[in-house]
């Protein structure tokens, strides 16, 4: 048949597509620039427009304030669920408008196999090759397992969407309507690189070897440490996030993945989200893969590559070690995502070190990010027997096979001095150092 044929007849509205939802429906949707906010507007006003209820949408990583989170007239009829939350959906959970889905990264492709059925997937993609083919732009991650779990596929065809050669396809026959939306991708504002983000950086980078393989996480650290390595050579890149600073030490020659043992030659991502450089660079670039992030994001897969440094933030660390990065004690500020992965995956590596950053205080100085205890409620991402190097603007604490007095005693050097005499006199208290 053809394609151009199926296009048109399949071609609808969001409103139109809207009259088909039904009270009861569960949603899946993909992440960031992948999602579909013209089609969840229009899903959200029939909701109220009808009083449908009981609509559940489960996402990733939200690049929109979609109503289901915003909007709390929603209650009880358009509830969020989010495998990893930001911006509205933190706000939302926060507010228990919206709900979390604790997961490893690496595992919600299972975890939708096993445990969810959807009435319908929803997803932004480029425009249909002459194949009858629409990638699905800067994500790869968990889409394939939503295909598979989904009894209908509904798509927002925007012509702004990059083209990923290598990245998650649909194929016409399997969509069930399209709607068309032509509009610029959001983008991620630029973290600024403070004084202390850039001191992170050059310490981390001295770190770093010539040929290593890096991931780079999400914040103002990872960034900062990708600015430093610009002076490197024969770096690869085998991440979960493909970030703008990836763009640039590829563009500079820092990065050319030669050195790496699998994917060698190539920049392997399982999701891109940053400025438009970043998805003007994907655009039909054979250079970097996108690929579904249980085998991205696996440590066994990881591990193959020697030398692989990741680097990832943090928002506190006791004396234990246990990391958090998801919350301000008990408020929710984001998920698990892959740290834990890339934290296994490079401490498995021959070579490979693993660090988790952050500057040594917060709020203008008034709490010390290095702790005696996690604040009650906080959630532990990275656990004790996991944790490789911790990183602050006063130096590194290498934590990895050593005892609660070692990690203690390195953990209080790198803390604000403000802090150290406080965290010592805990440290004594629990008789920990004497
Ligand atoms: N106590 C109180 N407040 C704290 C705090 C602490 N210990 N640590 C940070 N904060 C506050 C900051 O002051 C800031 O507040 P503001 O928004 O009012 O300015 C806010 O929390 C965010 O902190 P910041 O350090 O700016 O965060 P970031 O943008 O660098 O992101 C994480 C840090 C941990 C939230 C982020 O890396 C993340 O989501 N990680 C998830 C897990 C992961 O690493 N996944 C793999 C990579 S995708």
Redesign the pocket.
């Known amino acids: 048949m053809d394609y151009r044929e199926m296009y048109s007849a399949k071609l609808t509205s969001a409103e139109k597509l809207a009259e088909r939802l039904e009270s009861g429906w569960s949603l899946g949707m993909d992440s960031s620039t992948s999602q579909t906010p013209a089609i969840m507007s229009a899903f959200a006003q029939r909701v109220k427009d009808k009083g449908l209820r009981d609509i559940k949408v489960q996402t990733l990583l939200d690049a929109y304030p979609f109503e289901f989170y915003a909007d709390s007239s929603l209650a009880g009829m358009m509830t969020g669920y989010s495998w990893f939350s930001s911006g509205s959906a933190r706000k939302a959970i926060n507010a228990g408008r919206a709900d979390f889905i604790p997961a490893y990264y690496r595992d919600i492709p299972g975890h939708i196999r096993r445990e969810y059925e959807y009435d319908a997937f929803c997803v932004a993609v480029s425009p249909m090759d002459k194949h009858g083919y629409f990638s699905l732009g800067n994500n790869a991650s968990y889409a394939q397992a939503m295909i598979d779990k989904a009894k209908r596929i509904f798509i927002e065809v925007n012509d702004r969407q990059p083209r990923a050669v290598c990245g998650a396809q649909i194929h016409i026959s399997q969509v069930d309507a399209i709607v068309e939306n032509s509009f610029q991708l959001p983008v991620l504002p630029a973290a600024s690189l403070d004084e202390i983000s850039i001191t992170i950086g050059n310490l981390i980078a001295e770190q770093i070897p010539d040929g290593a393989c890096i991931q780079l996480?999400?914040?103002?650290?990872p960034d900062a440490t990708g600015m430093a390595l610009k002076s490197k050579h024969d770096l690869g890149i085998h991440t979960?996030?493909f970030t703008d600073s990836m763009v640039e030490l590829i563009e500079c020659g820092a990065v050319n993945n030669s050195k790496k043992q699998i994917h060698r030659g190539k920049s392997i991502t399982t999701f891109a989200y940053g400025s438009q450089r970043i998805y003007d660079y994907i655009d039909d670039n054979p250079a970097i893969e996108l690929l579904p992030v249980d085998y991205v994001n696996d440590p066994n897969v990881i591990c193959k590559n020697d030398n692989v440094v990741s680097i990832?933030?943090?928002?506190?660390v006791d004396f234990w070690g246990q990391v958090c990065?998801?919350s301000?004690g008990t408020k929710h500020?984001?998920?698990?995502?892959?740290?834990i992965d890339f934290v296994r995956g490079a401490c498995q590596s021959r070579g490979g070190k693993s660090f988790i950053a952050?500057s040594s205080t917060?709020?203008g100085g008034a709490?010390s990010?290095i702790k005696s205890e996690l604040t009650p409620g906080a959630v532990c991402?990275t656990s004790k027997n996991d944790v490789d190097y911790i990183v602050t603007e006063y130096g590194i604490a290498h934590l990895r096979g050593k005892s609660l007095a070692e990690r203690t005693k390195q953990l209080i050097a790198i803390a604000h001095p403000n802090f150290r005499d406080e965290l010592l006199f805990e440290a004594k208290k629990r008789g920990i150092l004497i």
């Open positions: 996480g999400i914040g103002a650290i979960e996030m990832n933030a943090a928002l506190e990065a998801e301000v500020m984001s998920g698990s995502g892959g740290q952050f917060a709020k709490i990010k991402t």
